[in-house]
């Protein structure tokens, strides 16, 4: 039955392609690929290939057809046809040489690798791909064992490191990754001196020293196996000195590898006892222990800094780690003391604030609400006139929040507004979208519907606006609201009345408003059409970037040989991957075949580089491109007036196969895991954050090793987070299992995506609801609420402009 019904589809496509002319060919195939419906896009040029077998290969449909069997997975069909095209000398011939080695690589063959990429090198010396090729070709050689062929592949290659502008040597990453293997295969070969030169030079030529990046810590690794012998791997080496145990701790440390910063720390306390940075050390120990979550080891560290050193200056860090750990144990009375015990010691210190702020949340995860509302109203007094006072007046109003206690919330947050500072981005602060947000929600509690919509009509709604989007959800379940629903009609005829105004700025406050209160079609459709007219005349809102998308491929099927002259065989390239729809090796040819561009031609080039940068998953180069011409747009900037395409590109979609493939079979919504990744990374897959997280998905170490676990890759190492196919997988797993924790509540997960879901617990459990609006202004630390904001804002423009499946609405 298969069988039969494969021929019959085969007639469909073979009568159908018969029947169109060549441009309806080409369009159908382009569209098929384009739409990711690779057997249909498949099966088409294979009829082509049968029926039209010059047109086939004169527009190069033989390297189009590999490429989409290998997205398709037959990679037998991929490595024939990239074969094909290599053999008679297409202009493709180095990406299918690159293509067959990378198959090659994969399928373990390092010999068949190795000769294709020699082809390529010889063949191509001008190619943009010479240097990848160089580079893995060297790595070839290192997996195979060929290590002095390896230090000849790359050795010559690495120059000195250049001199920064504060006169540090700094190397680029891509040389960094040549010289640590340099560095590698000088030791596999015996050659301790070399290799220790090369790891050495590793930690002094870093873009940033507070930043240690992965070959930072592959050299300190590489110097402690030299430094303490081959039978002494694990164990300090006794010739080191104290700081140098303290940098390469440092270097652990920040990425996360505690055990190995331990290593280090424990030497500089047991080796050098009298030295100054030992309370540091002993700090650190504690510190490590506390990111790893180990509370009851952390401790006992931070005590022993303060009972050792107690007038050392890290003994005041150790005293407020120590209560927070304390916290975390749930042993509140020790956690209390030692928070005093900093206040009365450090009266005087800037963070004493923090200690007294502390105490509340500690009262608070206790159940001792009655006590934490009481200790608010001390520190208000105890900071009175000052920013904590606010901060401390915001924990009371949360309390009565969460006890329904609306006139007293309601009277709390009508005095933090009169207040003359903000607290906005304080751990436990709020900013003023927050503050008019729980006006409003407090309002309609109350059943004061009137000045609840007025509050909520108050906050501006944009692509960036978290609060006011969610004001503008709470307008929608008012507007269906039997005892609301008439107060919002009332307003919504009011503004619609003030749409004759000849103040365009009244104008456009009124239809913004109007937009918020009504999902009516035909009076959306008006209003938006009344909104152009305003923003048209108001010069903030009409400067908003333009450009025309350039259309340097050609755009019609070949259908004899022609002689078609280029600048470069760069342009040529990019001509011809465009015309195939090969956008992710397309936009990179077109790049560095730009020359010297006029002002306005490179405005849309720039822009066209973007799309092209876009469609080919490279989404980085186009938020990158698209955000700043942004910034200088108003927040409120109607999001159903930005220009798709230009929506497209500050919020893309990249990858979209690999969300498909891994997010939807965990009933994950790919659109959410965008929304986290463009916040995450910026769809950078080779970035590393301050906290030592890696990839797109900006995964830390232990994170990326519980989910490894799951997913039984025993073979995972952090490196593999830089594959965008293991981060979105990781990705997928992870949010799956918070979603189990916190269901249907993408806020929560999003929080604990960032802060942790044992943070997340805590300030779900001080709410005493599990609705979004009430639990969100708990969350403590102020990056995970501007994290959430940030994330649940592109998560409701990407639900606007895809569907559940990434298409473009």
Known sequence: MRKFAAILLGFIFSTALLAQTP??????????????????????????????????????????????????????AAMAGYQGVAARNSIFKEYALWHISRIAHSSGNLMLERIYLQELMLNGPNSLLFDAAKNRLARSWFDSGNYDLAIKALDAGIAQPQRSSNSRLVESPILRENRLLVA?????????????????????????????????LAA????????????????????????????????????????????????????????????????????????????????????????????????KDALLQAALAYSRL????????????YIEKYPDDERVDRAYLNIIDVLRDQGEEI?????????????????????????????????????????????LQSYPYSVAGVPGGANASEIAF????????????????????????????????????????????????????????????????????????NTHAALRLTETPELRTILLENLKKAYSNLSAYKKIPGFKLLEPGRREIALEKRSVRFENIHRHLAAELLFL?????????????????????????????????????????????????????????????????????????????????????????????LAIMRQESRFRPDVKSYAAARGLMQFISATAEKIAGELGREDFRQDDLYNPSTAILFGSQYASSLF??????????????????????????????????????????????????????NYRVYQMLYDENLKVR
Do not use: C
């Open 220 to 315: 300190v690794e590489g110097l402690d196996i030299l430094d303490a012998g081959a039978g002494n791997v694990g164990k300090p080496a006794l010739s080191l000195g104290d700081f140098e145990h303290l940098r390469r701790a440092n270097i652990y440390q920040f990425n996360r590898d505690f055990t190995g910063a331990r290593l280090h720390y424990s030497a500089i306390i047991n080796n050098y006892p009298a030295s100054g940075i030992v309370p540091d050390a002993i700090y650190q120990i504690g510190r490590g222990y506390g990111q790893a979550g180990n509370f009851t080891e952390a401790v006992g560290w931070f005590e022993r800094v303060v009972e050792q050193f107690p007038d050392h200056p890290v003994s």
């Open 330 to 341: 749930t042993k509140s009375n020790e956690a209390t003391a030692r928070y005093k015990k």
């Open 581 to 673: 729809g090969l956008y992710d090796e397309a936009a990179p040819e077109f790049e560095v075949s730009a020359g010297n561009l006029q002002s306005t031609q490179s405005k849309d080039f720039d822009y066209t580089l973007a799309v092209h940068y876009k469609r080919g998953d490279k989404a980085d180069r186009a938020i990158a491109f698209a955000e700043p011409l942004w910034r200088g747009v108003p927040a409120d900037y109607q999001i159903d007036l930005i220009p798709k395409e230009q929506l497209e590109l500050l919020y893309p979609a990249p990858y979209p196969d690999l969300f498909l493939k891994y997010a939807s079979p965990r009933n994950i919504d790919s659109r959410f895991l």
């Open 23 to 76: 441009a309806e060919v080409h369009f159908a195939i382009h569209a098929a690929a384009f739409d990711r419906n690779y057997p249909t896009a498949i099966e088409q040029l294979r009829i082509l290939k049968t029926k039209e077998l010059a047109i086939f290969q004169l527009n190069n449909y033989d390297y189009l057809l590999a490429r989409l069997s290998e997205k398709n997975g037959d990679f037998a």
């Open 371 to 415: 006590e934490a509302q009481k200790w608010a109203v001390k520190v208000q007094e105890v900071f009175k006139g000052k920013p904590p006072e606010a901060v401390a007046l915001f924990s009371e109003i949360r309390i009565y929040i969460s006890r329904n206690d609306w006139p007293k919330a309601r009277a709390g947050l009508e005095k």
């Open 740 to 793: 189990k924790l916190f269901p249907n509540q993408p806020q929560a997960v999003a929080a604990s995506y960032n802060g942790g879901e044992d943070n997340m617990n805590r300030w779900l459990k001080r709410s005493h609801s599990d609705l979004p609006d009430r639990y969100v202004p708990e969350i403590a630390f102020s990056q995970t609420k501007d994290y959430v904001y940030k994330v649940m804002a």
């Open 184 to 216: 590698q295969s000088y030791f596999r070969t015996g050659n301790t001196a070399a290799a220790r030169e090369n790891f050495t030079q590793l930690l002094g030529s870093m873009a940033n020293p507070a930043q240690p990046d992965d070959f930072a």
């Open 438 to 509: 729980l006006n409003g929600f407090v309002l309609e509690q109350m059943q004061r519907y009137e000045e609840a919509i007025d509050r909520y009509l108050s906050i501006p709604d944009g692509r960036n606006e978290y609060y006011g989007g969610r004001a503008t959800e709470r307008l929608k379940l008012l507007a269906n609201d039997e005892v609301a629903k008439p107060i919002i009609n009332v307003k919504l005829n009011f503004l619609t009345a003030g749409l004759q105004s000849k103040d365009p700025d009244v104008q456009r406050t």
